[in-house]
T-cell receptor, first 114, second 111 residues
Framework: AAGVIQSPRHLIKEKRETATLKCYPI?????VYWYQQGPGQDPQFLIS???????DKGSIPDRFSAQQFSDYHSELNMSSLELGDSALYFC?????????????FGPGTRLTVL | GQQVMQIPQYQHVQEGEDFTTYCNSS?????IQWYKQRPGGHPVFLIQ?????EVKKQKRLTFQFGEAKKNSSLHITATQTTDVGTYFC???????????FGPGTRLSVLP
């Protein structure tokens, strides 16, 4: 079965650079979530989209933005990168309208800011 | 805002021993989910609990949702080395659409 795809899997950037992370949800899933997970930490919710519209916002810095496109893939754009942005970034998708909001997580993108 | 806490933070058990992790929310939850994350992996959904007092079992795993829908527990009977990982609870309150994850309980199983 198709899973959530994230790209790239690893990304190394310098401070003050920008980064774009991509997420391809499971086909027909209507909701996409972005999480940030620091070393030894729990996933921190950043933002979510339902049917391509932003549905909820968590602890996402103003330097970050995200959107979901007509083909349902989502991108997380990160600007003016800081050392503290180094983390694993997970995308998850679910079929909210099914009544079962199980989230399927992608493999994550490991971002390292030098 | 909603806060989700988990105890213990770490648990080391001998293979064959039982293990329990507890999850507590500062607000009443509409539902709660449990995830397992192996070292170097991504969170994998285990189960969702919706009803007050609900108990669900998956082989050696028993999940419980409190009567007040503010706490939950995950119990593993006779742990195996394959149970190693971090177990997260994630709570959805009655107002939002995003899940708040607890800090997780890291389980290590000694053979």
């Amino acid at each position: 079965a198709a899973g959530v795809i994230q790209s790239p899997r690893h990304l190394i950037k310098e401070k003050r650079e920008t980064a774009t992370l991509k997420c391809y949800p499971i086909p027909r899933h209507d909701t996409v979530y972005w999480y940030q997970q620091g070393p030894g930490q729990d996933p921190q919710f950043l933002i979510s989209f339902y049917e391509k519209m932003q549905s909820d916002k968590g602890s996402i810095p103003d330097r970050f933005s995200a959107q979901q496109f007509s083909d349902y893939h989502s991108e997380l754009n990160m600007s003016s990168l800081e050392l503290g942005d180094s983390a694993l970034y997970f995308c998850a998708s679910s079929l909210w309208t099914s009544g079962n909001s199980e989230q399927f997580f992608g493999p994550g993108t490991r971002l390292t800011v030098l | 805002g909603q806060q989700v806490m988990q105890i213990p933070q770490y648990q080391h058990v001998q293979e064959g021993e039982d293990f329990t992790t507890y999850c507590n929310s500062s607000t009443t939850l509409s539902n709660i989910q449990w995830y397992k994350q192996r070292p170097g992996g991504h969170p994998v959904f285990l189960i969702q609990l919706v009803k007050s007092g609900e108990v669900k079992k998956q082989k050696r795993l028993t999940f419980q949702f409190g009567e007040a829908k503010k706490n939950s527990s995950l119990h593993i009977t006779a742990t195996q080395t394959t149970d190693v990982g971090t177990y997260f609870c994630a709570g959805l309150d009655n107002y939002g659409q995003n899940f708040v994850f607890g800090p997780g309980t890291r389980l290590s199983v000694l053979p």
